[in-house]
């Protein structure tokens, strides 16, 4: 029997389903992965935005993380919403304890709608931390700007040279991810001396929230089957663009819902 490929996602919690680790899980699954999760908050959110978090204290997000470890070693893990620089601290000491693979960091900072997800520091703490862990780090253009202290990108080369900046921070790979851009989003990969771009269509729907989560952890569902790390991108967002393509069907909440997940199981 072949092994199931196991995912485990670090990151906060969302009630509606349709960001965090809920919606991780379901990229999981979609992606025919075993997911697993370890929450880092708890926060109040629907299709309307963000009303209040609450983080996790950092003994139990490194206990939650231990017990998986321990027992099912991950194929590959995506990092979330960290909330505090101590949650940063704590996740980063525990994967180091063993030696996780296939970290993929989404760094959460600013919702687009509601309350900071992110307490004074965390920028700092995930560049010392969780950056030098990560196989791939996966910021959008405003989460790239206040992790490089720069200006938002406004052009690929802009997205660049934040990606660059990275990398001299202790990141592998960064996919500076352009949605917020005019015209068809593009997003731009900085590995090594590399630099790829990614160019997608712009699918008409308002239903975003939750966008980046499922994306990043696409990406780790592929790394976590042996992928290379360029066709785990390029097959996450072929997906992503599916699952946005489905969303309007959902017809979920009075906002921004989230992409459809299971557009390609459930129908």
């Avoid at 017990?67 to 194929?75: F, H």
């Avoid at 790390?229 to 992503?240: G, N, P, Q, S």
Wanted: glycine share 10%; net charge negative; proline share 6%.
């Amino acid at each position: 029997m072949r092994k199931i490929p196991r995912v485990l996602s670090i990151a906060g919690s969302d009630p509606s389903g349709g960001a965090g680790v809920q919606a991780d899980l379901k990229t999981f699954s979609a992606f025919g992965c075993y997911g697993m999760a370890a929450i880092t908050a708890l926060t109040a959110q629907n299709t309307r935005g963000v009303t209040a978090a609450y983080p996790v204290a950092p003994d139990i997000v490194a206990a939650q993380i231990e017990a998986v470890m321990s027992d099912i070693s991950p194929d590959a893990i995506k990092i979330g919403m960290a909330a505090t620089p101590d949650i940063a601290r704590a996740v980063a000491e525990a994967l180091t304890r063993y030696e996780a693979r296939n970290v993929v960091l989404d760094p959460v900072l600013v919702p687009t709608q509601g309350v900071s997800l992110a307490c004074a520091g965390l920028e700092a703490a995930l560049r010392a931390t969780l950056l030098p862990l990560a196989r791939l780090v996966t910021p959008n253009l405003h989460e790239a700007s206040a992790l490089t202290e720069t200006p938002l990108a406004q052009t690929i080369e802009e997205m660049a040279a934040q990606g660059r900046l990275l990398i001299e921070a202790g990141a592998r790979a960064v996919l500076v991810k352009g949605g917020d851009l005019a015209g068809d989003p593009v997003d731009v990969l900085v590995e090594g001396g590399e630099i790829r771009v990614f160019y997608g269509r712009r699918i008409a729907t308002r239903h975003t929230h939750g966008t980046g989560c499922a994306l990043s952890s696409a990406i780790a569902c592929e790394l976590a089957k042996g992928a290379p790390l360029i066709d785990a991108i390029a097959t996450a967002k072929v997906w992503l663009e599916g699952a946005l393509e489905a969303a309007d069907a959902l017809r979920l909440g009075e906002g921004r819902g989230p992409p459809h997940h299971f557009f390609a199981l459930w129908w």
